[in-house]
């Protein structure tokens, strides 16, 4: 497992705020068409059938298909990168890090400027606790990759 120092978490801040921004985009864009086939189903049902141009729903369902696609390989892209997504929604983003002899996770959420909190593996976000002297004085020669 990667671990990160503070400030090269914090570095990543902007590329991963891009790629969030892009992932929940097209989260949006699937639900949005999901949606469309959805009252288009409700519609044929309430007027006991109808017409319906299916090639407009199979490419309706296709774009559900592909910005669910470009939805996975972003989340990839940031889980390629050692950084964890808890919560795409919420854009709730982990970094292992190596406090003493544990690994510990800095805890960011899209909108927050800084990562200013972290949490033990087994607590999570509810467990979140500000980020103290211990993290900011150590250095990427003291928390290297394993």
């Given at each position: 497992?990667?671990?990160?120092?503070?400030?090269?978490a914090?570095?990543?801040?902007?590329?991963?705020?891009?790629?969030?921004?892009?992932?929940?985009?097209?989260?949006?864009?699937?639900?949005?068409?999901?949606?469309?086939?959805?009252?288009?189903?409700?519609r044929?049902?309430?007027a006991?059938?109808?017409?319906?141009?299916?090639?407009k729903?199979?490419?309706?369902?296709?774009?559900?298909?592909?910005?669910?696609?470009?939805?996975?390989e972003?989340?990839?892209?940031?889980?390629?990168?050692?950084?964890?997504?808890?919560?795409?929604?919420t854009?709730?983003?982990?970094?292992?890090?190596?406090?003493?002899?544990?690994?510990?996770?800095?805890c960011?959420?899209?909108?927050?400027?800084?990562?200013?909190?972290?949490?033990?593996?087994?607590?999570?976000?509810?467990g979140?606790?500000?980020?103290?002297?211990?993290?900011?004085?150590?250095?990427?020669?003291?928390?290297?990759?394993?």
């Amino acid at each position: 497992m990667k671990t990160f120092t503070l400030d090269e978490a914090q570095s990543l801040l902007p590329v991963l705020e891009a790629l969030l921004k892009r992932a929940l985009d097209a989260k949006r864009s699937a639900e949005n068409a999901e949606s469309d086939i959805s009252d288009l189903t409700k519609r044929i049902y309430l007027a006991g059938g109808m017409r319906v141009d299916v090639s407009k729903v199979a490419k309706m369902r296709a774009e559900v298909e592909t910005q669910m696609q470009r939805v996975r390989e972003t989340v990839a892209e940031i889980d390629e990168i050692g950084v964890q997504v808890k919560d795409l929604d919420t854009g709730l983003l982990d970094f292992p890090y190596r406090l003493d002899d544990e690994v510990v996770l800095l805890c960011w959420r899209m909108g927050e400027t800084s990562i200013e909190h972290w949490h033990t593996m087994e607590s999570g976000f509810k467990g979140r606790q500000p980020v103290d002297e211990r993290f900011r004085r150590r250095s990427s020669s003291t928390n290297r990759p394993n």
